[in-house]
């Protein structure tokens, strides 16, 4: 695994179910640009995630199994963009408040994003939300719901980035003949599928790959990574 701070690397190893005080923090180097991280969590008083869904929310299924044994984290919510995504199911399944909030189509196109984004946050205000985890989430964030997550808000994407933000990240990376791609997660700015790099972990491209196996290869890594670096971040292993 390569754990990168501001794009450079700083961190290699693997850490396992616990916090573990031999990996060195990371530093992000982004102070002053409106981050506030979430508190150092502990497996008595867990920080409380959010995880958003558009799909089938793989995903979240396997953090939701990693979150069965004590975490310092915990998902107490989960919210998808419609209401019939089968990652709602497996919040359910797991006793997890599991809701869909669909765009709000009465309100004007141009005012929908962020009315569709106060319905949401409103939820996560109410249900007392600590940090906001995105998981195939496929909605771009307007600024202002940025803005009152920053630090607290946090992305996993099927790409080395910087390379192949946006949608199509397989088709993008097999189009462009590389022979390694991977998975990225980070903190989410106003761009798309930018900000802080927390980690990145890679896998080679397989001759005959196709589209599908690789999102299936790379979503294999992600179900890893995503619950490692939730660990970092929630037991104050990573700073501004
Ligand atoms: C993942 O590959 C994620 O990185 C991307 O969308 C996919 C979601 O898959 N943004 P799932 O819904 O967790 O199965």
Not at 139 to 158: A, D, Q, Y
Not at 162 to 184: E, I
Not at 211 to 226: D, F, G, N, S, W
Request: one cysteine or more; aromatic letters at 4%; charged letters at 20%.
């Amino acid at each position: 695994m390569r754990q990168y701070s501001s794009h450079k690397s700083q961190y290699s190893g693997c850490w396992g179910t616990r916090p573990n005080s031999q990996a060195p923090a990371t530093r992000l180097g982004t102070m002053g640009e409106g981050y506030v991280l979430p508190r150092t969590g502990t497996t008595n008083d867990p920080v409380r995630l959010a995880v958003l869904v558009s799909g089938g929310g793989s995903g979240l299924a396997s953090l939701l199994r990693y979150q069965l044994t004590p975490r310092c984290h915990r998902t107490t919510l989960v919210i998808a963009d419609k209401t019939d995504v089968g990652g709602l199911q497996h919040g359910r399944d797991a006793g997890v408040t599991s809701i869909g909030v669909p765009l709000p189509m009465e309100v004007e196109k141009d005012e929908r994003r962020v009315a569709h984004e106060r319905l949401v946050n409103a939820e996560l205000e109410a249900a007392d939300v600590e940090l906001v985890v995105l998981c195939g989430y496929m909605r771009i964030l307007t600024p202002w719901f940025v803005k009152r997550w920053k630090g607290r808000l946090i992305n996993i994407h099927p790409s080395l980035l910087p390379n192949f933000p946006g949608a199509h990240a397989h088709r993008d990376a097999l189009a462009a003949g590389v022979s390694v791609t991977g998975c990225t997660v980070h903190l989410v700015d106003e761009g798309v599928d930018s900000g802080p790099i927390l980690a990145q972990r890679e896998i080679e491209v397989l001759a005959g790959d196709n589209e599908e196996a690789l999102q299936e290869r790379v979503k294999v890594l992600e179900h890893t990574l995503y619950p490692e670096v939730l660990d970092r971040l929630c037991s104050g292993q990573i700073s501004l």
